[in-house]
């Protein structure tokens, strides 16, 4: 079974330049995330999407970061403009179901953002 | 934030049991207590949950306390690959989101 993918790997810009990261979850799973894990600690939820609706977006910056899930799979997550304390990784989770019991998030290699 | 308390660092000896600590005395009773791993440069990878019972798996065994406001996490047979850092995590039954505090750095030498 393919695992989550991301890409880029790795993505360095300038602060105030606007960047993209791409996730292709776990054929099947309804459920996908997003974590930012900044260097030292643990990843922190961004935003949770139910197919292509958002469950969850109380943490995430909305007036530089926005995300979307148009079709139920794919997804992307965008920051404009960057600035320099966005510099983290970024980690796509994806899961079967909901808040189901025993259900497993599946992570992502992760994209590391340096802004400069 | 974190609900859980966890040591920074632990050091374990290759062929030689890990038994990771966690705290987490606010637990909930409808909570399940939760392990994930991060090997370097990776995405953190589920290990094992529980209620109140015992729970063993292929990867690990995870003993919580009978008042569940502490739980171990043991890796039989430490292995160089299982160094990474191990995070405890305490998780609403039926609610998906994870909470992750800074965990604890395991290395596992020869």
């Known amino acids: 079974e393919a695992g989550v993918a991301q890409s880029p790997r790795y993505k360095i810009i300038e602060k105030r330049q606007s960047v993209a990261f791409w996730c292709n979850p776990i054929s099947g799973h309804a459920t996908l995330y997003w974590y930012q894990q900044i260097l030292g600690q643990g990843p922190k939820l961004l935003i949770q999407?139910?197919?292509?609706?958002?469950?969850?977006d109380s943490q995430l910056p909305k007036d530089r970061f926005s995300a979307e899930r148009l079709k139920g799979v794919d997804s992307t997550l965008k920051i404009q403009p960057a600035k320099l304390e966005d510099s983290a990784v970024y980690l796509c989770?994806?899961?079967?179901?909901?808040?189901?019991?025993?259900?497993?998030?599946?992570f992502g290699p992760g994209t590391r953002l340096l802004v400069l | 934030d974190a609900k859980t308390t966890q040591p920074p660092s632990m050091d374990c000896a290759e062929g030689r049991a890990a038994n990771l600590p966690c705290n987490h005395s606010t637990i909930s009773g409808n909570e399940y207590v939760y392990w994930y791993r991060q090997i370097h440069s990776q995405g953190p990878q589920y290990i094992i949950h529980?209620?109140?019972n015992n729970e063993t798996n292929e990867m690990a065994s995870l003993i919580i306390t009978e008042d569940r406001k502490s739980s171990t996490l043991i890796l039989p047979h430490a292995t160089l690959r299982d160094t990474a850092v191990y995070y405890c995590i305490v998780r609403v039954w039926g609610y998906s989101t994870l909470t992750f505090g800074k965990g604890t750095m395991l290395l596992v030498s020869p």
């Open positions: 989770a994806s899961s079967l179901d909901l808040g189901q019991l025993g259900e497993t998030q599946y």
């Open positions: 999407f139910q197919n292509n609706g958002v469950v969850d």
């Open positions: 529980g209620l109140k």
